[in-house]
């Protein structure tokens, strides 16, 4: 514990003086000062305090290397490599470069964070790049990763099909035959970049090596056909779906419905969803976000309301938490608030948490003291609203001008708001003792 908080101190010192200026023979100096010993240890915990600054990092390696008793090896390097990893692409395959030539290897932990890192930063050519460098290496990655590459890949708006193909040539190289999951990546792909005769011809190699094509295969060449804007055909897939004995589910549907959602064409989504409820499929929150999602798009909010409210009375959905609050927001912007107050209450009776938020400044704008009187009474479950959610309400009533509706709203709150010492405060106590009485 001594020796470990002696470097502590140690490596403070250092870390305090690498960020004190740019780097430059001073700085070199100083540290020169310090007698140093460097060790594995020492170093890692170094470039961990400067992994938010790879310039500085790279500079303090490049230092320690020089010392004449001292080498970096396998840790030190994979260290430098996850510091530079999600910032500086040339400096850190020229330091991957340096440690395969120093005859170290780059371990599988330091591959996994820096990939995660590329994918998140949509570095995909860096990410393939290192996932062929480590494929070459003697820390090989998972089968598995072969598939969530090409799922990355396959997201991108317009995938790169040359990147898709590197990594199933890689994957083959290295001895390995291509699963279900990495045709479907290759397949996803494909259809993403509107090449569906290539998609096709992967589908009879699939055959042939014995995958038949399954919901998710089908669902990705509906999500290729409707982003290509070719509606009726995604409309005929799910028709060869079932004729080869394939029950599309409730993906593939939502999938199709959010085509032509995105297209504009919402009333050809709901005849897609009158065939779903024929066919005794269930709707769930993500297919109703869908469909609500669409509605908005085309301004068409008292729509999305009717059909919100008649799935959740008709069809029992429990719509996603978020879905209330965007189209309650939505029908308060059109001076809908009956139905807004509607919502939340279905909303209550489905145990989420009250959403006043939008309300408190549209009632004090444009509501009535009954309105004020409906929406606290909403909220109220097992206990009245907090004392915040009174002192907000008549807080903007004031703030609008309105001190009259503000008093009658007053009036109509529980005793022991109206006593309450902050809405005393708020309304002058003289007042509120007139209001009490």
């Known amino acids: 514990m001594v020796q470990d908080n002696a470097m502590d101190d140690v490596v403070k010192k250092v870390v305090g003086v690498v960020l004190g200026a740019d780097w430059n023979e001073e700085i070199e100096k100083e540290l020169g000062e310090m007698s140093i010993v460097p060790s594995d240890n020492f170093v890692i915990r170094a470039l961990k305090e400067l992994r938010n600054y790879p310039d500085k990092a790279l ?9 004449p008793d001292y080498k970096h090896n396998s840790t030190t390097y994979n260290a430098i490599a996850r510091v530079l990893g999600s910032k500086d692409s040339i400096k850190f395959w020229s330091a991957v470069e340096e440690m395969k030539s120093s005859g170290h290897e780059m371990d599988i932990d330091t591959y996994i964070k820096i990939s995660r890192q ?19 290496s003697p820390f090989k ?18 995938p790169d099909l040359d990147l898709v193909f590197r990594v199933v040539k890689k994957y083959e190289a290295s001895g390995y035959t291509l699963s279900k999951a990495i045709y479907d990546g290759i397949h996803r792909s494909l259809t993403s970049a509107g090449r569906f005769d290539e998609a096709e011809n992967i589908i009879k ?15 990705q060449l509906v999500f290729g056909l409707c ?12 028709d060869e779906m079932e004729a080869h004995g394939c029950i599309p589910d409730l993906k593939t549907w939502t999938i199709l419905i959010q085509g032509h959602c995105a297209a504009n064409e919402v009333d050809k989504g709901l005849m897609c969803l009158a065939k779903l409820i024929e066919k005794r499929c269930d709707v769930d929150a993500d297919l109703l976000d869908v469909l609500i999602n669409g509605f908005l798009q085309q301004k068409r909010i008292e729509g999305a309301y009717t059909m919100l409210v008649e799935m959740v009375k008709k069809m029992r ?13 939505k029908l308060l912007g059109v001076r809908k608030f009956e139905e807004a107050m509607e919502l ?26 009954e309105d004020a009187a409906d929406f606290l009474k909403a909220l109220t479950v097992k206990e009245y609203p907090s004392i915040s959610t009174y002192l907000n309400v008549l807080e903007s009533f004031l703030q609008e001008g309105r001190q009259s509706e503000a008093k009658d709203v007053l009036f109509k709150c529980p005793h022991h708001i109206r006593k309450h010492q902050e809405i005393g405060k708020l309304f002058g106590s003289s007042k509120t003792d007139e209001i009490k009485t």
Not at 118 to 136: G, I, P, R, S, T
């Open 227 to 238: 982003k290509a804007g070719r509606l009726e055909e995604a409309c005929r897939v799910l």
């Open 59 to 67: 500079s303090f390696f490049r230092w320690v290397g020089c010392f």
């Open 317 to 329: 959905v429990r719509p996603w938490q978020a879905t209330y609050k965007l189209l309650i927001e």
């Open 344 to 369: 939340l209450l279905l909303m209550k009776k489905q145990n989420y948490p009250p959403f006043s938020e939008p309300f408190v400044p549209y009632i004090s704008k444009f509501g009535t003291v």
């Open 118 to 136: 590329f994918q998140k930063h949509k570095m995909l050519e860096d990410a393939v790049k290192l996932y062929e460098f480590m494929m070459d």
């Open 205 to 219: 190699v699939m055959r042939n090596a014995g995958y038949e094509p399954d919901n998710i295969t089908y669902s």
């Open 141 to 158: 990655p998972s089968v598995q990763d072969c598939g969530i590459l090409l799922r990355i890949i396959s997201r991108i708006d317009n």
